[in-house]
């Protein structure tokens, strides 16, 4: 609040948009939703940055409505749209109305921003919320350029959709384009594998895991013990378990599960 007033009296934020956008920036970052507004709102010199700012604001705290009005407003002005506008607003949709998703998809199109990665991606992980299966495998074919995001993003939708065997397949495929996996691929697959309950295609991830040294990483190990607790094999389990540096809640209850459902007393031990 200081530095505010300090640059409302020294006239700065009348000068350009710079002040004001810095201010923005802050204010988001803290998540003051009201006071961002008033800045923007008293803000005489807008830049675009600004305008991103406040979309990706009131899209993070959960103003779609004001989001999506105050990108409309953007539009409408002479200060143009960018690809970060768009991220903002797909971001922004989680519970998604497919008829303002296709709407922005060929606003996307219409910008010519339908070829730029971080773009596309959110645009497949908007159809991925929706559930649409067929949709999402269509936008990820036709997307002109596919990164480990992209990848990431429809293995887990189709892992998380019952679609597991589907995301092994992709997970496959990703191999073969020369893409290497990382945390978060090998984490979605493991999820697949736990729901197929095939035990050798969760040894050929766990053995990748090792290799890149993601095993002991607390999100891909209690990946790895929830697998191996869902295929009843507890003392695999337990030793992933024991190999986790960090342990979480998540990697505690994945071990918890796997004895409870041997009808162990360990588990009562491990509380």
């Not at 940055?49 to 989001?67: A, H, K, P, R």
């Not at 219409?110 to 269509?138: G, H, P, Q, W």
């Not at 053995?207 to 507890?234: E, H, P, Q, R």
Request: hydrophobic fraction near 40%.
């Amino acid at each position: 609040m200081q530095l505010q007033a300090l640059i409302e009296k020294s006239g700065l934020l009348c000068v350009d948009a710079y002040a004001g956008t810095s201010l923005l920036g802050m204010y988001g970052r803290l998540g003051c939703v009201d006071e961002a507004l008033e800045i923007f709102e008293c803000m005489p010199k807008k830049n675009l940055v600004s305008w991103n700012i406040m979309i990706s604001v009131l899209g993070q705290m959960g103003y779609i409505e004001d989001c999506i009005f105050m990108f409309t407003e953007l539009r409408m002005s002479p200060v143009g749209i960018s690809e970060s506008t768009f991220v903002s607003v797909l971001s922004c949709l989680e519970e998604v109305d497919m008829q303002l998703g296709e709407q922005i998809y060929g606003l996307v199109v219409k910008y010519r921003f339908d070829n730029v990665a971080f773009v596309s991606n959110c645009l497949i992980n908007m159809y991925v919320k929706s559930a649409s299966t067929c949709l999402t495998e269509k936008m990820f074919e036709n997307a002109p350029v596919k990164d480990t995001v992209s990848w990431n993003t429809i293995i887990g939708g189709m892992a998380n959709n019952d679609r597991p065997t589907k995301a092994l397949r992709l997970f496959l495929k990703m191999c073969v384009s020369g893409l290497s996996p990382n945390e978060t691929t090998l984490a979605n697959v493991l999820h697949s594998c736990s729901r197929t309950q095939i035990l050798s295609h969760g040894k050929c991830i766990h053995a990748k895991m090792i290799k890149k040294g993601f095993d002991s990483d607390v999100y891909t190990g209690s990946a790895l013990v929830n697998f191996y607790a869902k295929c009843d094999k507890v003392q695999e389990a337990h030793i992933c378990f024991d190999g986790i540096t960090q342990k979480n809640l998540v990697s505690w209850n994945s071990l918890m599960l796997g004895y409870s459902n041997r009808g162990s007393s360990f588990t009562v031990v491990l509380l």
